[in-house]
């Protein structure tokens, strides 16, 4: 019995061996699972990646666009308060429904729907204008603890998009609506409408005759009407959040590109691209070149790089916005908030503003570049 048990088991052994060494170089893979024994920087990411989070317990985050940086040399005190204030007056809208132990997706909608009320940020009154002088904004809103979403795409009448996103979510059967279709479902439900000219501002008109002069080829005249507002803010609003209960929460906001063509829809009420939540993972909200975004499903890869690659929040988020995305010839930035409170808003576009709050109650607002550097 010993010696055919003996001739049994040599083969058995080498069949083993044969897998062992197999496996092995599948589990220091690109696509492994974390080992739960290797060290922190070795789980969140590669050597040139970025391993720590701007922030920690990080509650509630804004952004008000990537574009081009404000120039600290160039820009009025006056100026400066008006953007820190802007942000930080949307962060206190969220931190009181959060306070009160509100939803955070209650808790996004009042932060942006703040931000689609300043006409400092692209969004609602200070919406940009479309190539033939109008104005067409998109909106998104997700929930992280069941998925569930609901945007608008090409609004004209609806005081708020958000506001037109979150009722899409909860009062149909569908996650996108546009154009007039979307305006009349807002109206029916009593949402606040306007006409166009509430959304108009002096810098977006004068923004729109800057592109049309340098589409026409007279860039000295595209020179001349540059203004302050365009060059240093030119893009989309977003708010990410995380409630008592853990759930998680991301809504976004826009008017769009500057003399865009007329219908032309981002990434901003495009789920998994201008926006995503989900619990286990991240909430994020993107701003830039949409189109990019959108090809690039900014978001929703973030999302899988956490749950799929087990990579961090910082390091997944560097991944897409600053080495993946800009090769598809785009740049741009994103907000994004872990379940454990890492907060993290990389951007390859020379400036994004931002702000945060964390769980003590701190307020931090970024607008100038030294606040934070692209690409990191």
Known sequence: ???????????????????????????????SAPDPMAPAAAQNGPADGKARPDARNVVLAVHGGAGTALNRDETTPEREKAYRDGLSEALRAGQKILDDGGSSLDAVEAAVRKMEDNPLFNAGRGAVFTADAGHELDASIMRGSDLAAGSVAGVRSLRNPIEGARLVMEKSKHVLLAGEGADDFGARHGLRTVTQDYYWTQARWDSLMKAKAAEAGDEKAARSE??????????????????????????????????????????SPIIGAGTYAKNDTVAASATGAGEV?????????????????GLGVAP?????????????????????????????????????????LTEDGKIVTKIFPEESPANS
């Open 1 to 31: 019995m010993r010696a055919r048990s003996e001739t049994w088991l040599i083969p058995a052994l080498a069949a083993a061996a044969a897998v062992t060494a197999t496996l092995i170089p599948l589990t220091h893979g690109a696509d």
């Open 316 to 356: 997944a988020a560097y991944e897409v916005i600053v080495k993946r995305l800009p090769e598809l010839g785009g740049d741009g930035g994103v907000i994004a908030l872990g379940p454990n409170g890492d907060f993290d808003a990389p951007h390859s576009s020379p400036g994004m503003f931002h702000g945060y």
């Open 226 to 267: 540059e203004t302050l507002a365009d060059t240093q803010s030119k893009g989309t609003v977003g708010a990410v959040a995380i409630d008592r209960d853990k759930d998680m929460s991301a809504a976004t906001s826009t008017g769009g590109m500057t003399n865009k063509m007329a219908g032309r829809v981002g990434d």
């Open 293 to 309: 975004f959108i090809r690039g499903a900014a978001t929703a890869t973030i999302s899988n790089l956490i749950e799929f690659k």
